[in-house]
């Protein structure tokens, strides 16, 4: 997972406050992928992104979270209005232009808690 | 929805021994991803299989695409302690835009 790179790494939030998570994807990727990892469990598809373009958001809640990969700068994961259940752990993958063989790379995570 | 059942789900193993896990699918995939997570980080890919029947090897690991195309297998030889963590596959949708991540299997070693 070496490129990806997440920030903040943890982010404490009190319920109601928003929550932003950024993603910066490996150098010469333009296709962002979103996924949510409760404890125990396996990662989860939110949304996929190109630059400037959502191009699947069938797994991202439909009220109070969003998604952008702006032409310049990072991905953003947005939360709004957080709930205890929104606590997870969220990770970013990219993958480059031609994605023929589906390998995408993943960073290290943002680890979201909400008290 | 396309669903990866991985079995077992734990493993207790000794520094040394030979492990195996396979992953089970309802329906078709094209690509298998095999996919190790330490504690705390993200998902690390280990082998890609893109061909059913093909066999492909990364050092100590083996991974095997099923002839029906509805399962994966993965070994990993002589295992050491480094190999702890939990071992997801994962295989694209139709549309290759996300992967559908398996349940995931928790590999302990112990010395």
């Known amino acids: 997972n070496a490129g990806v790179m997440q920030n903040p790494r943890h982010l404490v939030r009190r319920r109601g406050q928003e929550a932003r998570l950024r993603c910066s994807p490996m150098k010469g990727h333009s296709h962002v992928y979103w996924y949510r990892q409760l404890p125990e469990e396996g990662l989860k598809f939110m949304v996929y992104l190109q630059k400037e373009n959502i191009i699947d958001e069938s797994g991202m809640p439909k009220e109070r979270f969003s998604a952008e990969f702006p032409k310049e700068g990072p991905s953003i994961l947005r939360i709004q209005q957080v709930v205890r259940g929104d606590s997870a752990a969220y990770f970013c993958?990219?993958?480059?232009?031609?994605?023929?063989?589906?390998?995408?790379?993943f960073g290290p995570g943002t680890r979201l808690t909400v008290l | 929805g396309q669903q990866l059942n991985q079995s077992p789900q734990s493993m207790f193993i000794q520094e040394g021994e030979d492990v195996s896990m396979n992953c089970t699918s309802s329906?078709?995939?094209?690509?298998w991803l095999w996919y190790k997570q330490d504690p705390g980080e993200g998902p690390v890919l280990l082998i890609a299989l893109y061909k059913a029947g093909e066999l492909t090897s990364n050092g100590r690991l083996t991974a095997q695409f099923g002839i029906t195309r509805k399962d994966s297998f993965l070994n990993i030889s002589a295992s050491i302690p480094s190999d702890v963590g939990i071992y997801f596959c994962a295989g694209p949708t139709r549309t290759a835009s996300k992967l559908t991540f398996g349940t995931g299997t928790r590999l302990q070693v112990t010395l």
């Open positions: 329906s078709i995939f094209n690509t």
């Open positions: 993958a990219s993958s480059p232009e031609l994605a023929a063989y589906n390998e995408q790379f």
